[in-house]
């Protein structure tokens, strides 16, 4: 693993989310070949579902750019029926749905016309709530992709990226570290990037070991800090 590159400071991070940008690997790459195939797609909507930060918006992001789809707001869908049902949706995440009958008109529309619909959402439709049994079996017959668990590869990449998106240099011990203690999700990177990104601003530290040790111990909930830590 090479380390961490230097950035130019900045007062924002806005999170990198173009193609170039996704990282490839065995727990996604499933759902990267499912969003490369469209418009071949064998039914009108596809579910991407995964743990939180898993990437599914930024696929999402990256296929409704390649699609020109329009992203419509779960809470609204009752107000889509003079939408064009030829081209493409996004709804992330679908998850809990809030209303089942619009969002089986909009199926049904979009199935009639050739548009097509990504869902996101944490769980598979199988153990969604779902009390209309039309839109529950169109639902539960369209393609479902996993996102898988992340593999060590996955995960310090995923952590460079996310420091790298708030541009912020840190020492590849800091990522062996990490890697080698902490909860092994995307949502667990999430936390403790930002974490570690706070605790520098307010400490005016620069991001180490020792850092990365108090971190992890908020994330923990341990709240005592060792008296090294606050030496270091």
């Known amino acids: 693993m090479s380390g ?3 950035l130019p400071l900045t007062f924002t991070h806005d999170p990198a989310s173009g193609l170039e940008d996704f990282m490839p690997a065995e727990s996604n790459e499933d759902a990267l070949a499912w ?5 071949d797609w064998p039914a009108p909507v596809l579910v991407l579902y995964g743990p939180k930060g898993a990437g599914k918006s930024h696929l999402a992001a990256i296929w409704a750019a390649g699609s020109r789809a329009l992203t ?22 679908a998850e809990p749905v809030v209303d089942e009958i619009a969002l089986l008109q909009l199926y049904n529309r979009l199935r ?11 769980r598979p ?17 369209a393609p479902s992709i996993a996102i898988g668990a992340p593999d060590d590869q996955l995960l310090a990449a995923l952590l460079l990226k996310l420091f790298d998106d708030r ?28 974490t570690l990104d ?25 709240d005592a800090e060792r008296a090294d830590d606050r030496q270091s």
Do not use: N
């Open 198 to 222: 706070h605790l520098s601003l307010t400490r005016q530290r620069p991001i180490t070991v020792p850092l990365a040790r108090i971190a992890l111990d908020r994330s923990m909930g341990r």
């Open 72 to 93: 419509l707001d779960r809470q609204g869908l009752g107000d889509t029926l003079d939408l064009d049902a030829s081209r493409c949706y996004l709804v992330d995440p």
């Open 35 to 39: 969003l490369k195939r469209w418009p």
């Open 112 to 122: 009639e016309d050739g548009g097509h619909l990504l869902l996101t959402a944490r």
């Open 167 to 194: 541009q912020l240099k840190v020492p590849e011990p800091v990522i062996r570290y990490l890697l080698t203690h902490m909860e092994r999700s995307f949502e667990a990177a999430h936390g403790l990037v930002a």
């Open 125 to 141: 439709v199988a153990k969604w709530t779902i009390d209309l049994p039309d839109l529950r079996s169109r639902l539960a017959a």
């Open 4 to 6: 961490a590159r230097q």
